[in-house]
């Protein structure tokens, strides 16, 4: 059996790390037991052009395996061409990377490694919502600057007491965001998501369900997207929608880059109507040198934490990933039945209802 892995380069840090696994020197520390087992294993960062190792090593073989920190943006053409593949595996969670409805067509599995890093992305959205409200890198910066001019940071400071926060998307990782906002007193929480939550949970967690997606922005003072990247969601956060935030809200998205129009929100950044944007997820990753979002600012210079995607790839993530792939292949080598809850496509189509009502 032929297996493909599209992980990131490690480089150095992973030469030092060995807990660094999602990358191509350690390998989700799957190469010792494929080879074991007699099968071929071809691990890769190179995934773009038609002489990528992704693209050449597609047409064979029989399991993709691909971390959406470095994707391998499988295509429905590269599916037509992917005759030997039967199931992707995503070392992590967001399975978008791969052109879902034509894995339905083609007869491919998807899964990915569920729950895996979901705390870990979760903190990461509290931290990116407080370092926005909070105007830290600006302050970081002027420290680094050798300056100290403490109006010029306090007059865009606030705190997040007092203020809404709606999440849309509440399912793994928007429900754990909520549950960590809970000690922030924050005025109310809201979400907005086809699947309601149930009552004990939304009562748990204090949280008020909004049904139009325009009300619920329009109450909002910062909003944090958690939902997958499908039809239905790319291009969600456009420039029409942005005009019915608040005026100065904050957004975070950690969910996929291209759930938001790129440049209607540097624009809206731009012109104040939102105050920061903070997030991990680019459109196309790794992102271009000259990418928008790198520097886009708001009015008084600052509003930006946007980082590489790593929120959900912290060490103690790998780890759970790591783990979760194997187990995904142990499963599918042996042909016993795989965890429902980590199958996006199933043998009949969608097993999972979190990828778009239809
Ligand atoms: P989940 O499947 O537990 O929850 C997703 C929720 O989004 C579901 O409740 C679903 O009903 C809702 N949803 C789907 N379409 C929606 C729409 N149009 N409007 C509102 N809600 C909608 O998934 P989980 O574990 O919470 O992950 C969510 C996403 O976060 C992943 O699909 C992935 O794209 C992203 N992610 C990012 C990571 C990072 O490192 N930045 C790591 C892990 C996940």
């Given at each position: 059996m032929k297996v493909l892995a599209i992980l990131y380069k490690g480089g150095e840090?992973?030469?030092?790390?060995?807990?660094?696994?999602?990358?191509i020197e350690n390998q989700l520390g799957l190469r010792e037991w494929l080879e074991s087992e007699g099968h071929e294993f071809i691990v890769s960062d190179d995934k773009e052009g038609p002489d990528s190792v992704f693209q050449k090593n597609i047409v064979d073989a029989e399991?993709?395996?691909?971390?959406?920190?470095?994707?391998?943006y499988l295509t429905r053409d590269l599916v037509s061409k992917a005759k030997n593949l039967k199931i992707c595996i995503t070392a992590g969670v967001g399975s978008d990377h791969v052109d879902l409805n034509a894995a339905?067509?083609?007869?491919?599995?998807?899964?990915?490694?569920?729950?895996?890093?979901?705390?870990?992305?979760?903190?990461?959205?509290?931290?990116?919502?407080?370092l926005l409200v909070r105007n830290f890198v600006p302050a970081h910066e002027m420290i680094e600057r050798g300056d100290w001019q403490v109006s010029d940071i306090a007059r865009n400071a606030f705190d997040l007491e007092g203020k809404v926060v709606g999440t849309i998307g509440a399912g793994?990782?928007?429900?754990?965001?909520?549950?960590?906002?809970?000690?922030?007193?924050?005025?109310?929480?809201i979400y907005y998501d086809y699947a309601p939550l149930p009552d004990a949970a939304a009562k748990a967690v204090g949280a008020r369900r909004v049904a139009d997606l325009k009300e619920f922005v329009a109450q909002c003072d910062v909003v944090t997207v958690n939902c997958p990247l499908h039809e239905g969601t790319r291009g969600l956060v456009n420039a029409e929608l942005l005009k019915s935030f608040k005026k100065g809200a904050?957004?975070?998205?950690?969910?996929?880059?291209a759930i938001c129009d790129?440049?209607?929100?540097?624009?809206?950044?731009?012109?104040?109507?939102?105050?920061?944007?903070?997030?991990?997820?680019?459109?196309v990753q790794p992102a271009p040198k000259d990418h928008v979002w790198r520097t886009a600012?708001?009015?008084?210079?600052?509003?930006?934490?946007?980082?590489?995607h790593y929120s959900g790839t912290t060490l103690d993530a790998q780890a759970r990933y790591a783990a979760g792939t194997r187990s995904i292949l142990e499963n599918y080598l042996k042909g016993t039945d795989q965890e429902p809850q980590n199958v996006i496509i199933g043998r009949?189509?969608?097993?999972?209802k979190a990828y778009g009502q239809r």
């Open positions: 840090a992973a030469q030092q790390e060995p807990r660094l696994l999602g990358t399991v993709l395996i691909t971390t959406p920190f470095h994707p391998g339905v067509d083609a007869g491919i599995e998807v899964l990915e490694v569920s729950g895996s890093n979901v705390v870990s992305v979760a903190e990461h959205v509290v931290m990116s919502i407080l793994r990782i928007g429900y754990r965001v909520l549950q960590r906002l809970r000690p922030f007193d924050c005025k109310e929480l904050w957004l975070v998205n950690t969910a996929r880059g790129k440049d209607a929100v540097a624009a809206a950044l731009k012109s104040g109507q939102l105050s920061g944007y903070s997030g991990d997820v680019w459109d600012k708001n009015p008084l210079g600052g509003g930006n934490g946007m980082v590489p009949k189509g969608y097993e999972t």
